[in-house]
T-cell receptor
Framework: DTGVSQNPRHKITKRGQNVTFRCDPI?????LYWYRQTLGQGPEFLTY????????KSRLLSDRFSAERPKGSFSTLEIQRTEQGDSAMYLC?????????????FGQGTRLTVV | QKEVEQDPGPLSVPEGAIVSLNCTYS??????FMWYRQYSRKGPELLMY????GNKEDGRFTAQVDKSSKYISLFIRDSQPSDSATYLC?????????FGSGTKLNVKP
């Protein structure tokens, strides 16, 4: 499978615990995005990487959220001290570089449930 | 004001019908427009990608952008039960994709 891969697919955690999600983008895609989607809503932008540089962060990304993309390949999204409001689908997308936007391909997402 | 507004539906049509899905957007500077299809509990799948105004056709799907009215449309001809999904419109601006809330489509056999 050469698409965007996200792990785990599902995560149930207790409030207050830390969780980490991983995204493996399509090979050689140097743009990587994290989005969050709640039921009945479209995906909301969280953060954007160009290679290993985090170039954009949404104000939705509170100080409990941190994302990294070491070496410009896979990316991780960590949520510290989880809250029930963090329950959502976390989506990763990647796209190749180019003038303007290029087609972004999404992974299957990680569904987080905070109990 | 949200960047993209989309009627959430649901929209229910019989098999074979022509489906019209629509969005409006707020900023006339947007140039890049996309439609994604999302099945339940799956990630969004890119269907169509258009730049600026005009139509783009791919099989049974036609994407249309009217920049004068800031209106984005997706038409599905000869709809099939397998087209039942949530359809998300999106615009791109400065390293971000902005999505509508999605329209849930049900095509009845």
């Amino acid at each position: 499978d050469t698409g965007v891969s996200q792990n785990p697919r599902h995560k149930i955690t207790k409030r207050g615990q830390n969780v980490t999600f991983r995204c493996d983008p399509i090979s050689e895609h140097n743009r990587l995005y994290w989005y969050r989607q709640t039921l009945g809503q479209g995906p909301e932008f969280l953060t954007y990487f160009q290679n290993e540089a985090q170039l954009e962060k949404s104000r939705l990304l509170s100080d409990r959220f941190s994302a990294e993309r070491p070496k410009g390949s896979f990316s991780t999204l960590e949520i510290q001290r989880t809250e029930q409001g963090d329950s959502a689908m976390y989506l990763c997308a990647s796209s190749p570089s180019g003038q303007g936007p290029t087609e972004a391909f999404f992974g299957q997402g990680t569904r987080l449930t905070v109990v | 004001q949200k960047e993209v507004e989309q009627d959430p539906g649901p929209l229910s049509v019989p098999e074979g019908a022509i489906v019209s899905l629509n969005c409006t957007y707020s900023n006339s500077a947007f140039q890049y427009f996309m439609w994604y299809r999302q099945y339940s509990r799956k990630g969004p799948e890119l269907l169509m990608y258009t730049y600026s105004s005009g139509n783009k056709e791919d099989g049974r799907f036609t994407a249309q952008v009217d920049k004068s009215s800031k209106y984005i449309s997706l038409f599905i001809r000869d709809s099939q039960p397998s087209d039942s999904a949530t359809y998300l419109c999106a615009v791109y601006n400065f390293n971000k994709f902005y999505f509508g809330s999605g329209t849930k489509l049900n095509v009845k056999p």
